[in-house]
């Protein structure tokens, strides 16, 4: 999967602003201020790290050898995923809804309601 299609997906989230708080290398998704998605760009191949339920990240770790503990993550809840063409693009649609739900289930209620709010991409 190639960038453009990845945020392309990703700009579609209800919400989701792109960042880079990290430099120029370091493409952030956020939602509410919370981030979901860092896409490494300087990698190749391109390297995502995404939110992941710490049961159904070992999943994914023992399932797919592109997908590792998060790069500077905590890495019981953020997977790193090397986009090489080894996962296939429904799953990778996954991981990314995954993540992006997790972190709106963790935000405030207030926050949650404002959200849903928002007029839809």
Known sequence: MDLQ????????????VQDFPFGPDAMVYKVMGKMFALIALESSPLRMNLKCDPDHALALRSIYPSVSPGYHMNKNHWNTVILDGSIPSDHLFDMMDDSYDLVVAGLKKADREKLSRKPSK
């Open 5 to 16: 299609t990845v945020t392309a997906y990703l700009d579609k989230k209800q919400g989701a």
